[in-house]
């Protein structure tokens, strides 16, 4: 039986493209709350840059977040990046994380989508 192939996905802003950062913010949300619906879903989701943001309570995709957590998604956190926007005690899904982690997930990754 073939192993089922890990994918990995890259998330490394809170909004997707280039150009008007408004839409570039509604496409990233309409991304994650669309991740739950991939057959399969990922194993992992890396979160840095100002894609930590994603992660905050009050994040309009933490409860999609929440969702592929309890399916058993990883989501990994920048720790850097975190400390950076000053939001480590506002996480509301994920794992604080290290770079060490966030490149073995990447290097070890069948498949990385980056949005």
Same mark, same amino acid.
């Given at each position: 039986m073939e192993k089922e192939k890990q994918s990995v996905v890259n998330i490394t802003s809170d909004k997707m493209g280039r150009g008007d950062d408004d839409l570039?913010? $509604?496409?990233?949300? +309409?991304? /994650?709350?669309?991740? !739950?619906?991939?057959? #399969?879903?990922?194993?992992?989701? $890396?979160?840095?840059? +100002?894609? /930590?943001?994603?992660? !905050?309570?009050?994040? #309009?995709?933490?409860?999609?977040?929440k969702e592929l957590e309890n399916k058993g998604v990883e989501l990994l956190i920048c720790g850097t990046c975190?400390?950076?926007?000053?939001?480590?005690?506002?996480i509301g899904a994920g794992t604080i994380s290290n770079m060490y982690t966030i490149l073995e997930t990447l290097n070890s990754a069948d498949r990385v989508i980056t949005p």
């Amino acid at each position: 039986m073939e192993k089922e192939k890990q994918s990995v996905v890259n998330i490394t802003s809170d909004k997707m493209g280039r150009g008007d950062d408004d839409l570039g913010g $509604i496409l990233m949300q +309409s991304f /994650v709350n669309t991740l !739950i619906k991939l057959d #399969p879903i990922p194993s992992k989701i $890396i979160f840095y840059n +100002s894609a /930590v943001t994603l992660c !905050i309570e009050s994040s #309009p995709v933490v409860d999609s977040l929440k969702e592929l957590e309890n399916k058993g998604v990883e989501l990994l956190i920048c720790g850097t990046c975190a400390d950076f926007f000053d939001i480590k005690d506002k996480i509301g899904a994920g794992t604080i994380s290290n770079m060490y982690t966030i490149l073995e997930t990447l290097n070890s990754a069948d498949r990385v989508i980056t949005p």
